[in-house]
């Protein structure tokens, strides 16, 4: 019987290199013939069929507006705030930190924007709720302090805009209000 002869590791290396690859080429040639198969890429849905809603949100230019003219409001009262405008779902659309704003008022106008945005009221109204549901402030990403203001349109929220960092919640809610006056305009 003969002993097989023993391989190089450079030749072991070649090797596997070249089924490695063909295995590639192979997956790639599938899914290749796959993408042009007569299956439909998508469904078309009837608008008119009640399956679809539309929405309206803000545009990042209307938002980073609405968070400059509240962080303006509070500079014109001395006041080193934090800025947050969200969007109708609770996500982040402009951020702004005055100068000297504190750290803790970053996340704070964040927690105030999505608070409002969610129930579509002032964080101040929102506040008074906990007396007849205190478990609310366990939501996760909610703060139920004064400084939040939800924006509208036709009566529906479409963003909301929080405020962190003056001496009181009911200071902080007057800004995002200023904020918010601007795209009502």
């Known amino acids: 019987m003969k002993h097989a002869r023993k391989t190089s590791k450079r030749t072991r290396i070649v090797i596997g290199g070249t089924v490695a690859g063909a295995v590639a080429l192979g997956t790639f040639a599938v899914v ?22 539309q929405s309206t949100h803000l545009t990042v230019e209307a938002a980073t507006k609405a968070a400059r003219a509240t962080l303006e409001a509070a500079e014109k009262e001395n006041q080193r705030v934090s800025v947050a405008v969200v969007d109708r779902n609770g996500n982040t659309v402009v951020t702004l930190r005055g100068d000297g704003a504190g ?13 409002a945005v969610s129930w579509n009221a002032p964080t101040s109204e929102l506040v008074k709720r906990l007396q007849n549901a205190p478990t609310l402030k366990d939501i996760p990403g909610t703060l139920f302090l004064g400084g939040g203001a939800p924006v509208t349109a036709k009566g529906a929220p479409i963003a909301g805009i929080g405020v962190a960092g003056a001496p009181s919640g009911d200071l ?9 006056a601007v795209l009502n305009k």
């Open 172 to 180: 902080d809610e007057k800004f995002a209000r200023a904020g918010a």
């Open 103 to 115: 750290p803790q008022s970053y996340e704070s106008a964040v927690k105030k924007a999505y608070t």
């Open 32 to 53: 290749t013939a796959n993408a042009g198969s007569s299956a439909p890429a998508a469904v078309a849905a009837d608008a008119t069929d009640g399956n679809l809603m």
